[in-house]
Nanobody, 124 residues
Framework: VQLQASGGGSVQAGASLKLSCTAS????????MAWFRQAPGKEREFVSA???????YYAESVKERFTISRDKSKKTLYLQMNSLKPEDTAVYYC???????????????????WGQGTQVTVSS
């Protein structure tokens, strides 16, 4: 499995961005795919995840502002980010694992496959 993230950029607070993660290999019919982010000087943190079943999960800090979705035909995972805040500034990574269980979806160590990251910068 290989993951390619894209769609980052520099925007003003309140703007929107849509990240994409294109996958090669068998991904959407097992396990889960997720978005994590890492701000400078901070640990990588969970943002959102989607199980193979379509169930979605969000960090409290992004709930109501971010939406995770997928297009199976394009093998692409998306993260629509609205009402962006300066604290959303980070490198965003997509991740996949074929065997992650629901209770571990928010843990970075649950995912074996990672994309290269895309930078999101939000200025005030």
């Amino acid at each position: 499995v290989q993951l390619q993230a894209s769609g980052g950029g520099s925007v003003q607070a309140g703007a929107s961005l849509k990240l994409s993660c294109t996958a090669s290999g068998r991904t959407f019919d097992r396990g889960a795919m997720a978005w994590f982010r890492q701000a400078p000087g901070k640990e990588r943190e969970f943002v959102s995840a989607m199980k193979w079943s379509g169930h979605t999960y969000y960090a409290e800090s992004v709930k109501e502002r971010f939406t995770i979705s997928r297009d199976k035909s394009k093998k692409t995972l998306y993260l629509q980010m609205n009402s962006l805040k300066p604290e959303d500034t980070a490198v965003y990574y997509c991740a996949f694992d074929g065997g992650v269980i629901q209770s571990a979806l928010r843990q970075m160590r649950s995912y074996d496959f990672w994309g290269q990251g895309t930078q999101v910068t939000v200025s005030s």
